[in-house]
């Protein structure tokens, strides 16, 4: 499966961006999806993670109640909405589709390349 992430960019601190990762090639309502990020200088960390019907969800304890995943299968896509967004939320978000929901990255086969985010304070 091959994937695009888009939707990244600059905002203010507080404010929102809506991330989205476009899946082709073999089924994707087969895979499980999950969200990272990795800032300068720091390891890729969990950010979400969704199940393949989409009725399960995780989120690492940073990004609860601020960030939202969601998952189209009809439009084989993948969301994460953010809201009030922090400087420290700056980083490089990449998708990762994996056959069941884990907030690990290795046991993730494939990735997109990666869309930037960056909040100013």
């Known amino acids: 499966v091959q994937l695009q992430a888009s939707g990244g960019g600059l905002v203010q601190a507080g404010g929102s961006l809506r991330l989205s990762c476009a899946a082709s090639?073999?089924?994707?309502?087969?895979?499980?999806m999950g969200w990272f990020r990795q800032a300068p200088g720091k390891e890729r960390e969990f950010v979400s993670s969704i199940s393949r019907s989409g009725g399960s969800t995780t989120y690492a304890d940073g990004v609860k109640g601020r960030f939202t995943i969601s998952r189209d299968n009809a439009k084989n896509t993948v969301y994460l909405q953010m809201n009030s967004l922090k400087p420290e939320d700056t980083a490089v978000y990449y998708c990762?589709?994996?056959?069941?929901?884990?907030?690990?990255?290795?046991?993730?086969?494939?990735w997109g390349q990666g869309t930037q985010v960056t909040v100013s304070s």
């Open positions: 990762a589709a994996n056959p069941f929901i884990s907030s690990s990255s290795p046991q993730y086969a494939y």
């Open positions: 090639g073999r089924s994707f309502s087969l895979y499980a």
